[in-house]
């Protein structure tokens, strides 16, 4: 089974993960939370941890750009994971492991249907054994 | 070598006027260290000492992060300087670091400095060498009588080769190095050549690339300490509780952890000197990743200078198209 750490904004994506529970609507159960006070407090070192602790694909989710509770949270997000993504594609690692979706507190439909398509994507890919810390995995 | 004893000359009749007029109470310069190859950064505060400064091609460390704590803070100092180490001084005053008030810059016009690691691919121990400084040759001497010359060309520094301002701007007085027409580096881009050649290779390549050149890494901290830009006060992989960073050299993950967050932390920063290269024992071209996040700032931003401190409304949005709201 695959991991994966979903960095939510605690204004509007960690929101609409909320309205999507109690409007009852589905969703894999292979996502872990982590409910994060803005977006732009997720930086490239909380990202690359999840990927050596056992995720096999990330998310940030933010309010919508123009829609930050800091008024300018969001905008930082943008610029450093875009550099983040190009980076780790230099590098030669999967960027597509990262995602970065802009959910607002009402949308809940999209935050349900943004993590069935990762998750699948992730399924896809497999695990993520390239940024894996190895000492992290049980002995076999 | 006449042309670089002309140089040194004029630096120290500078700095021993400087001293006696009491205008400084303190100069930052190079002297000579242990190594023929390797000038080391040298206070002085005496005039009858000026005779200790020097400079030419191996005149590496930078000196202007010797400004920022310690004794030299808050006192009248001056400061010799090439064009990379203006440019980083320039982006202390910015961020409120140092108070240009009291530094007296001398300015010298830079023509690159050499790479050790560029020129044991010429000579087995280039440390045992001394080196002549002859128009576009060079001659390294060993003490047993050996002679070796080559081309000035091909033991610069790579960053030497794609600097923008080799002679510092807007400083209080200006030395002209009497070497820098016979030696001035050609504006070849080396190191973009090779992102762009990187760029286009495939996957397995490049994280090939990457995990056996990271790998060599020993966590000697060597680039941490040489670069002039990467000196917070406390070190994110010095804090102890929680540990971001082990001892452990055998994982990649620990490696990539290391080498993308010092990118991201200096990236947009960067003054482009090149010292981390030449610090490096292992020869590993981390550079390559703030020169490509730069690259990337420059593509998506249009902006060099601290790019990573602001963010607009108005910038690229490479995540959703059409972008709600």
Avoid at chain 1, 47 to 72: I, T
Avoid at chain 1, 107 to 129: H, R
Wanted: with cysteine; hydrophobic share 30%; charged share 30%.
């Amino acid at each position: 089974m695959i991991k994966i750490a979903a960095f939510c904004c605690n204004w509007c994506s960690y929101a609409g993960a909320d309205l999507c529970g109690s409007s009852r609507l589905k969703y894999p159960a292979d996502i872990r939370i982590i409910r994060v006070p803005c977006s732009s407090r997720v930086d490239a070192s909380l990202v690359l941890r999840a990927f050596q602790k056992g995720a096999d694909g990330v998310m940030v989710n933010g309010c919508h750009p123009g829609d930050c509770h800091y008024v300018s949270g969001n905008y930082h997000t943008r610029r450093r994971m875009a550099l983040l993504k190009n980076l780790l594609k230099f590098m030669g690692l999967d960027d597509e492991r990262l995602e970065v979706n802009w959910i607002s507190g009402s949308e809940a439909g999209k935050f349900q249907q943004t993590v069935l398509d990762f998750t699948d994507k992730i399924n896809k890919l497999g695990p993520a054994e390239e940024m894996r810390d190895m000492r992290c995995q049980k002995p076999s | 070598m006449p042309k670089t004893q002309l140089t040194k000359d004029k630096l120290q009749q500078k700095v021993k006027e400087l001293l006696e007029s009491e205008k400084i109470e303190a100069f930052v310069g190079y002297g000579e260290g242990d190594l023929s190859l390797k000038k080391i950064p040298l206070v002085i505060t005496r005039p009858e000492d000026v005779s200790k400064l020097t400079f030419d091609q191996t005149s590496t460390p930078l000196l202007s992060r010797y400004l920022l704590d310690g004794e030299l803070k808050d006192k009248k100092v001056g400061i010799l300087l090439k064009g990379c180490d203006k440019r980083a001084l320039d982006l202390f005053e910015k961020e409120n670091r140092i108070n240009k008030e009291n530094i007296y810059t001398l300015g010298i016009s830079c023509n690159g400095v050499i790479s050790i690691n560029k020129m044991s691919e010429y000579l087995n121990d280039p440390t045992e060498y001394e080196l002549n400084f002859d128009g576009e040759k060079v001659k390294a001497s060993s003490k047993t009588g050996e002679e070796v010359e080559f081309d000035y060309q091909d033991i610069l520094s790579p960053h030497c080769h794609i600097c923008q301002s080799p002679t510092p701007e807007d400083v209080d007085d200006l030395i002209e190095n009497e070497a820098s027409e016979a030696l001035v580096p050609i504006k070849e881009d080396g190191i973009m050549d090779s992102i762009i050649e990187l760029e286009k290779a495939s996957k397995e390549e490049k994280y090939q690339y990457f995990i056996e050149s990271l790998n060599r890494c020993r966590r000697c901290f060597a680039c941490r300490e040489a670069c002039p830009v990467c000196n917070c006060p406390k070190c994110l992989f010095d804090i102890e509780n929680p540990r971001f960073l082990d001892k452990s050299t055998e994982e990649s993950a620990q490696h990539q952890y290391y080498h993308i967050l010092r990118a991201f932390h200096v990236a947009d920063r960067c003054v482009g000197c090149g010292e981390c290269e030449r610090a490096c024992p292992e020869e590993i071209p981390f550079y390559l990743l703030h020169e490509k996040i730069k690259k990337d700032i420059d593509e998506m931003f249009g902006e060099k200078e601290d790019a990573l401190s602001y963010a607009y409304p108005d910038d690229v949005e490479p995540f959703e198209e059409g972008g709600e709201a």
